[in-house]
């Protein structure tokens, strides 16, 4: 997590979350353009995330759940205000699993990672505030079919297309194959996993969560491998300790090919 230290003026924020910024030291954990994240440097620290209005409302549902389920952090305010939406949660205990701690050990983090995604799509799922994700999910490479939105490198070195014109009759036939069986994380990368020496701390950044089909995970899960530890040798791996009795490579392919279309 790259913290950089920023002032605010308290005027542009809801009351119910200046008593948490107020004394604070505060810092720009931000990662993505779409979202301002400042952690909040008091007691044991928090997390505010700001970003266009009605955007994390189903982040901050998924939040909520999971937190119930012991899975995430604790959700203390989420609400609109000026145009925006804010999103206040705890800081849960350790750090992510892109900390240099943890990535000098890629086999233990490729296990563990692996373990934990395995854990969470035999979590009983029945309470979640999302109960179709694969509805926003082809919504959204349905709008990729037009090829506005083609990455045709995101997973070089594991599924590769040789043109767009593959890669889209991948994502059209995949669409229909996939299931609401599994409750996803959605974004499953390994800035998202937190860990405290190497024990489970819990998951952030849930917005795409909801029930699902765990080949969107695990697409992310082996994505994420390649990009944080630069190779692809961990691939058959992490497969391996997830348990491929409940992978199908072809389905893994068509979402590959579904995330490099979408572009969500």
């Known amino acids: 997590m790259k913290l950089k230290p920023i002032k605010r003026n308290m005027e542009e924020y809801p009351e119910a979350v200046i008593d948490y910024m107020r004394d604070s030291v505060l810092y ?37 759940y999971l937190h119930s389920l012991k899975l995430s952090e604790e959700v203390l305010y989420y609400g609109s205000f000026h145009g925006k939406d804010y999103l206040l949660s ?15 050990e890629p086999k233990r983090l490729c296990d563990t990672t692996a373990l934990l995604l395995r854990e969470l799509h035999e979590t009983d799922g029945r309470g979640c505030p999302v109960q179709d994700r694969i509805r926003t999910y082809t919504e959204v490479v349905m709008h990729g079919l037009d090829q506005s939105s083609y990455e045709p490198d995101l997973f070089r070195g594991i599924w590769e297309f040789g043109s767009f014109s593959e890669a889209k009759r991948a994502a059209q036939e995949g ?9 996803l994380h959605g974004d499953y990368c390994l800035p998202n996993v937190i860990l405290d020496h190497w024990k489970f701390s819990g998951y952030i950044d849930l917005g795409c969560g909801g029930l699902g089909d765990r080949h969107i995970d695990l697409v992310w899960g082996l994505w994420t491998l390649k990009f944080n530890l630069g190779t692809a040798e961990y691939t058959d791996r992490f497969m391996d300790a997830y348990g491929r009795d409940r992978i199908e490579p072809e389905k893994l392919r068509m979402v590959a090919a579904m995330e490099m279309i979408g572009g969500e």
Do not use: W
């Open 175 to 183: 669409m229909a194959l996939l299931k609401k069986d599994v409750l």
């Open 28 to 64: 720009d954990s931000s990662s993505s353009p779409q979202a301002r994240v400042i952690f909040i440097d008091k007691n044991d620290g928090y997390f505010l995330k700001e970003a266009a209005e009605g955007t994390l409302r189903t982040e901050a549902l998924m939040t909520a």
């Open 90 to 104: 705890r800081k849960i205990r350790g750090e992510d699993c892109t900390h240099p701690d943890y990535l000098a």
